[in-house]
């Protein structure tokens, strides 16, 4: 399993579900429950790298003028719920978080717990069980560190449309 057969597992059930997280849940599982159990383990690694290049300060203060604060957890799901729109939108978002303000906005969808649990699952119920990380979590975020006093300067179109 490369990059190119991770996006596209995860752009179907994106578009299977036309967007509903519930049903996307449901996609998601299925499509790495069908694969051997190599592919689902390396389908797994690649999840938990595309999670951890995620885990970036300009990501997270993103989240944070979008949902009016964001703790660790909410920051997890945010990022899982990116990785579930696909790669197009997971790669703008990486390299320009303030363009997240020209997305349409489901709180629901962006901030869905769930999406990362899917993956678990369906991984588990292809390979026996989820599959030790390749690397360990990151201790701390990626990038330059923001404060809340400045967040809102650094996402003007997000502060625009969620202040």
């Not at 069908?34 to 300009?58: G, I, N, Q, S, W």
Request: one cysteine or more; proline letters at 6%.
């Amino acid at each position: 399993m490369d990059e190119s057969s991770f996006w596209g597992i995860v752009q179907r059930a994106h578009d299977q579900s036309g967007g509903d997280m519930d049903e996307k849940c449901v996609a998601i599982k299925e499509a790495i429950a069908t694969l051997p159990k190599e592919e689902a383990e390396a389908f797994c690694h690649l999840f938990d790298a595309a999670m951890d290049k995620a885990y970036t300060f300009p990501l997270w203060g993103a989240a944070y003028v979008i949902h009016g604060g964001c703790g660790d957890d909410t920051f997890s799901d945010f990022r899982a719920s990116l990785i579930s729109r696909g790669r197009k939108s997971f790669e703008r978002a990486l390299s320009h978080p303030d363009t997240l303000a020209d997305d349409v906005f489901d709180e629901d969808a962006w901030f869905y717990e769930g999406y990362q649990y899917a993956v678990s699952e369906g991984v588990e119920a292809a390979a026996g069980k989820r599959p030790p990380r390749a690397a360990p979590h990151p201790e701390s975020p990626s990038g330059q560190q923001w404060s809340e006093g400045e967040v809102n300067e650094l996402y003007p179109k997000l502060t625009e449309k969620f202040a």
